[in-house]
């Protein structure tokens, strides 16, 4: 069934059960639970993505985490990744709030949506190329929903690099061969449909903050240049 809208589409995303392991994964996870969030409710289902359908700019990342977005049910929300994330998303402009901690909170995304290639949490933050293809209609889908208002995507590390350009080259965007390697700070230039520009970014991971690999102001660099090519700045 094709989904015209991102609610059709977001519903479908979180009701599905392709890949038996992520499922018992998240499933198993939902049910334990982590001390800290004993009596919390966890969502335990994929995530549907996160922004106003006529967004400009995607972010992309890896997966939910199993006790941040896997709990809350949001993209990016309840762990640390997140935390430094929305907070560099609002020291920008970009978010009206600088934390997101559940659904409901209050937080919006200006001309932000976020996305992920896996939609389920994985056993180790490590999905399998199988369940990564598996799932990669749904980001595909998402994309073309996004078509005629998107103009920059900011891809949040190498995995997330590797799984975007084939939804994008399959969706009409002239890839160059080969395809292009991931860096943070990388400009990519496609065109296709529209035009678009692809922005490589260290990913938001707590070891890349902790060994200063990626700092606040490194985050901020890159999300102002994608901002501004996408005209929300």
Not at 64 to 83: Q, V, Y
Not at 115 to 137: F, I, Q, Y
Not at 216 to 224: D, F, G, H, N, T
Not at 228 to 233: D, K, T, Y
Request: with cysteine; charged share 20%; proline share 10%.
């Amino acid at each position: 069934m094709r989904r015209r809208t991102l609610d059709e589409l977001d519903a479908a995303v979180s009701d599905c059960r392709a890949c038996p392991r992520l499922v018992a994964w998240r499933e198993e996870v939902a049910v334990t639970k982590r001390a800290a969030f004993a009596g919390e409710t966890y969502w335990g289902r994929p995530v549907p993505g996160f922004g106003p359908a006529d967004a400009s700019m995607v972010i992309v990342g890896l997966a939910p985490s199993a006790h941040g977005a896997n709990r809350t049910g949001r993209m990016f929300t309840g762990d640390p990744s997140g935390d430094f994330l929305f907070q560099a998303l609002y020291d920008v402009g970009l978010a009206s709030q600088p934390t997101s901690v559940r659904i409901g909170d209050g937080l919006e995304l200006n001309g932000v949506r976020m996305a992920s290639p896996v939609r389920c949490a994985p056993p180790e933050n490590k999905p399998t190329p199988v369940e990564r293809d598996t799932c990669r209609p749904w980001l595909a889908t998402e994309l073309e929903l996004l078509r005629p208002t998107l103009k920059t995507v900011v891809v949040l590390g190498a995995f997330g690099w590797q799984a975007l350009f084939p939804v994008l080259e399959a969706a009409g965007w002239q890839v160059p061969p080969p395809r292009p390697k991931f860096g943070h700070g990388v400009l990519v230039p496609l065109h296709g449909p529209a035009d678009l520009d692809v922005f490589g970014c260290y990913h938001v991971s707590p070891r890349n903050v902790s060994t200063g690999t990626l700092t606040p102001a490194m985050l901020r660099e890159v999300l102002v240049a994608a901002a501004r090519s996408a005209g929300l700045v």
